[in-house]
Each structure stands twice: as structure tokens, then as C-alpha cells.
């Protein structure tokens, strides 16, 4: 069974930097895609980043790209989403999510964590 856990949220100062956390069981990373998304108060939720297990392929959310980078560790079998020059509309519950079928949709979702950029 496929479990994904994030961590590393918090409340940073505009300008600050983060770095998320989704240590995933029941997988192989090279087997899966790996998303990161967030969701803010009253809006929809939004894909940000995602990290592709067959050939290490990387997309970036336009509103992210050049401060967002998404890495993973075979080691720890986490992925990483390192976060800088945060802004306070970054300001979200974040989410992992994975999925084994390329051009299917995320399958197995991780509880989130709060990230909160305010001064």
C-alpha cells in the first residue's frame, strides 16, 4: 500500500525559504511520478511542481519556476520540493501525490502540510 507523508511546512517571512518533505512507502520512485500540490483558502487546488520516475523529467507551475526546485532521494525514498524567495501568495496546504500510469491522475495522496508566508 502506497503511503506518502510531507513535513517541513511552517510560517516563514516573505523572501524566506522552505524545503517539503514527502517520504513515500510502498513504492519505487523510479516507478512513480511524483506531484506537488497546494491549495489555498477558497481556491482551487493547483499542481506545482512534479518529479517523473521513468527519466527524472520536471514540470514547474509558471507562477513557481526559478524558485521552486523538486528533487528526490533514492536513499530515503522522499522527494524534496526546496522553496525560495517565498512570497505570501505561496501561502497553502501543500500536498504529495503519486501515480504508477503515465497520463493517468494521481492515485495515492499524502494528509499535507501548511505552509504559511506572512511577515
Known amino acids: 500500500q502506497v503511503q506518502l507523508v510531507e513535513s517541513g511546512g511552517g510560517l516563514v517571512q516573505p523572501g524566506g525559504s522552505l524545503r517539503l518533505s514527502c517520504a513515500a512507502s510502498?513504492?519505487?520512485?523510479?516507478?512513480?511520478?511524483i506531484g506537488w500540490f497546494r491549495q489555498a483558502p477558497g481556491k482551487e487546488r493547483e499542481g506545482v511542481s512534479c518529479l517523473s520516475g521513468s527519466d527524472g523529467s520536471t514540470y514547474y507551475a509558471d507562477s513557481v519556476k526559478g524558485r521552486f526546485t523538486i528533487s528526490k532521494n533514492h536513499a530515503e525514498n522522499t522527494v524534496y520540493l526546496q522553496m525560495n524567495s517565498l512570497k505570501p501568495e505561496d501561502t497553502a496546504l501543500y500536498s504529495c501525490?503519486?501515480?504508477?500510469?503515465?497520463?493517468?491522475?494521481?492515485?495515492?495522496w499524502g494528509q499535507g502540510t501548511q505552509v504559511t508566508v506572512s511577515s
Open positions: 510502498g513504492l519505487t520512485l523510479d516507478d512513480y511520478a
Open positions: 501525490a503519486a501515480k504508477k500510469t503515465p497520463g493517468a491522475a494521481y492515485d495515492s
